[in-house]
């Protein structure tokens, strides 16, 4: 079936069961890349690591917003 039948097919639900459908497929368009996750975790961990190690030193807050 094209994206054409559906549609129309989708427009012939009651009002309930085409905003069940609109939910549902915006809710599968929010959901997280696991590989992308993957690699924000590595970064992450690998910024965190350079801070803690003293390569990465922090700027406060304060002196950020005077720039």
Same mark, same amino acid.
């Given at each position: 079936?094209? #994206? ?6 989708a +427009?012939n +639900?009651?009002?309930?069961?085409? +905003? ?5 497929? #915006? ?24 801070? +803690? #190690? ?11 917003l005077?720039?």
């Open positions: 079936m094209d #994206s054409k039948n559906i549609i129309q097919n +427009l +639900l009651s009002p309930a069961e085409r +905003l069940f459908i609109i939910e549902t497929l #915006s809710k599968s368009l929010s959901e997280p890349d696991k590989e992308i996750e993957k690699y924000w975790k590595e970064e992450v961990e690998k910024r965190y690591e350079a801070f +803690l #190690s003293g390569k990465v030193k922090s700027i406060p807050y304060d002196e950020i005077k720039k």
